[in-house]
């Protein structure tokens, strides 16, 4: 079956640039979205279709999907920014949704 | 606006059966599936399946097919997920959610509702 692939952790420094990956064999060819979870909380989609934003989500949080990788690309990161990020795809093959293991975000 | 609110906690005993509830708000319950998803503690986000509240049509992930139930009332826009057999590595925080319509992306959510199975 599909896998999706996440670094467990990113660390970044306030006001720097996060870019967080998810691989998968041919990802470029389907469409990603991701989700943004604090503790304690629901996720919190923060791109979806590789690209677009929900509103109300600023424009800070930015997607790109090719090849064999998609990159979530978190720009100017804020504490509240710290926390727990998942990719998800539509796998075909089983038809069902899949997430990714998810990595934490961690603002120094 | 689109509201997804679940029930309460609880605490259930290995060989027990749980029942979620997701009561729908702010959109026509049937043009919509539910999906549901689960996180242990401290793990990832796992797929359970989906429910068509439109035609009650299903769709269970592998790992806890015949044990789960999904079904909707259409009457009071509530869907519900049953739960049989629980076992200790069923402990985990359940949420249900719909998708975008025009993308399968997961735009809304329930709060979640925590399921402790414990003797």
């Known amino acids: 079956s599909y896998v999706l692939t996440q670094p467990p952790s990113v660390s970044v420094a306030p006001g720097q640039t996060a870019s967080i990956t998810c691989g998968g064999y041919n990802i470029g060819s389907i469409s990603v979205h991701w989700y943004q979870q604090r503790p304690g909380q629901a996720p919190v989609l923060v791109v979806y279709d590789d690209s677009d934003r929900p509103s109300g989500i600023p424009e800070r949080f930015s997607g790109s999907n090719s090849g064999n990788t998609a990159t979530l690309t978190i720009s100017r990161v804020e504490a509240g920014d710290e926390a727990d990020y998942y990719c998800q795809v539509w796998d075909n093959s089983s038809d069902h949704p899949l997430f990714g293991g998810g990595t934490k975000l961690t603002v120094l | 606006q689109v509201q997804l609110v679940q029930s309460g906690a609880e605490v259930k005993k290995p060989g027990a059966s749980v029942k979620v509830s997701c009561k729908a708000s702010?959109?026509?319950?049937?043009?919509?599936?539910i999906r549901w998803v689960r996180q242990a503690p401290g793990q990832g986000l796992e797929w359970m399946g989906r429910?068509?509240?439109?035609?009650?049509?299903?769709k269970y992930a592998q790992k806890v097919q015949g044990r789960v139930t999904m079904t909707t009332d259409t009457s009071t826009s509530t869907a519900y997920m049953e739960l049989r057999s629980l076992r200790y590595d069923d402990t985990a925080v359940y949420y249900c959610?719909?998708?975008?319509?025009?993308?399968?992306?997961?735009?809304?959510w329930g709060q979640g509702t925590l399921v402790t199975v414990s003797s």
């Open positions: 429910i068509s509240p439109y035609n009650g049509n299903t």
């Open positions: 959610a719909r998708d975008l319509g025009s993308s399968s992306a997961w735009i809304y």
């Open positions: 702010g959109y026509t319950f049937t043009s919509f599936m």
